[in-house]
C-alpha cells in the first residue's frame, strides 16, 4: 500500500508541478495515524493505523526530495542534500534514544508515540510554512 501511494502521490505531485502540499499532507496523515495508535487495545486497528503511517512517510518522500532543487541551484542543491541527510541521520539517533528512554520513565509506549507526533508535526508546519517554489513563481510572472 505504501508503494503504490509513493507512485500514485510522486505522479500526482509531477502531474500538477506542486510539491509542498504533496509532500506536507502525507505527513499530516502519519501523524494523525501515529497519534492515534496509542488510543487503540485492537491489533487489527493497530496494524491498519501503523500502514497509514508507513503510506503518509514513504508518500511524502518523493515531493520532498525534488524541492530542493526548486528553491536551489548549482552547488547549493548538493549542500541542501548534505543538510537534509545530516539532520535525518541526527534525528535517526536521537529519535530511537528519546523514545526508549520515555518508554522507560513512563512505562508507557505512547510517551514515545506522542514525541514522534510531534516531532512530524513540526516537520509538517515547516513544510506548509515554506515559500512559494522559486521557479513557480517565475512562470507566474
Keep these: 500500500m505504501a508503494a503504490a501511494a509513493m507512485v500514485l502521490i510522486s505522479r500526482s505531485s509531477d502531474r500538477r508541478l506542486e510539491r509542498k502540499f504533496h509532500a506536507a499532507l502525507p505527513v499530516l496523515a502519519a501523524v494523525l495515524a501515529l497519534a492515534l495508535m496509542g488510543t487503540t ?4 486497528f493497530a496494524v491498519a493505523l501503523l500502514s497509514f503511517v508507513e503510506i503518509g512517510l514513504c508518500g511524502f518522500l518523493a ?10 541551484s548549482g552547488s547549493a542543491v548538493a549542500t541542501g542534500f548534505a543538510l537534509i541527510n545530516s539532520v535525518g541521520n541526527l534525528g535517526g539517533f536521537v529519535g530511537p534514544l528519546v523514545v526508549g528512554f520515555m518508554n522507560q520513565r513512563t512505562g508507557s509506549i505512547y510517551s514515545g508515540l506522542v514525541f514522534v507526533s510531534v516531532c ?3 516537520s509538517f508546519a515547516l513544510l506548509v510554512f515554506l515559500p512559494r517554489e522559486a521557479r513557480a513563481q517565475q512562470r507566474i510572472s
Aim: proline fraction near 18%; hydrophobic fraction near 60%; avoid cysteine.
Design 41 to 44: 487495545r485492537s491489533p487489527l
Design 63 to 72: 515531493p520532498f526530495w525534488a524541492m530542493p532543487s526548486e528553491f536551489l
Design 120 to 122: 512530524m508535526l513540526v
